[in-house]
């Protein structure tokens, strides 16, 4: 039985990583941190992760950046791993991340869906075979709501096509500004906001005659929460260090 603590328990994510834990038997939801919330469930919710008065085996954080560093020192103290899906990390912070996953074992990613995951690696594959030759844009659609553009999940999958290219390409975000072709080495990077769309991401090959489209839609934010819980029950046993789906894909 896996112990699980969920901060930022009474946000959008914290509930659907509650209910995702109750439709288990291998793990238990035993506390919540949040500093803006209170309990809704059989378990306590406290301020911060200081007050916590039970170990858990592992703490999944859907919060905010703020939360970061008692997050952390609570996990370096204790030797708690973490699950940290928080999106809108400073490069400071991202620093501090990765030397914390020095001493305990850290998940992180910007996408949780196990989906976008194994899209990334069927773009790897298709950046090798027909990188060079064929056009890469990346298309990424959101509700109305979200902030960022392009999505941390669309620079994820640019930087993962990228990685598999013999030629680097650079990624160009705005085409309305300059009025000339477009080169071989670039990544367009387009966003679309608009309604409840909860995340789709789509790469497309284009080349002469025919277009190669690889394409990934949540329809639901629980999608989310139940990569999260896998994430948790794979970190559990792991030795000091940084994780992300790759690894817990090539554990499947
Ligand atoms: N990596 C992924 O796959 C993924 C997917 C969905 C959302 N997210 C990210 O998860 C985060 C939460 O998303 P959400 O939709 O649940 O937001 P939300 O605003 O509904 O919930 C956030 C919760 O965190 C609490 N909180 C804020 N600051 C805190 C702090 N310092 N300490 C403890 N609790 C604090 C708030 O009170 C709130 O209840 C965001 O950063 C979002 O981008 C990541």
Redesign the pocket.
Known sequence: MTKIVI??A?????RFINDVIKGRDDCEAIAG?????EAYDSFPVVKSAAELTEKPDVIID???P??LDELLTYALTNGVPLVL????YSEEELSKINKAAEQVPVFF?????LGINLLAELAMKAAKVLGGQYDIEIIEKHHNQKLDAPSGTAIMLADAVNSALDTKCEYVYDRHSVRAKRTKNEIGMHSIRGGTIVGEHEILFAGRDEVISLKHEAHS?QV?AVGAVNAAVFLRSKQAGLYNMSDLLAEI
Request: aromatic share 14%.
């Open positions: 901060c930022g009474c946000g959008k994510m914290g941190i949040d500093k803006f919330g859907f919060s905010h703020s939360a899906a928080t999106t809108g990613t910007f996408n949780m869906t934010k989310f």
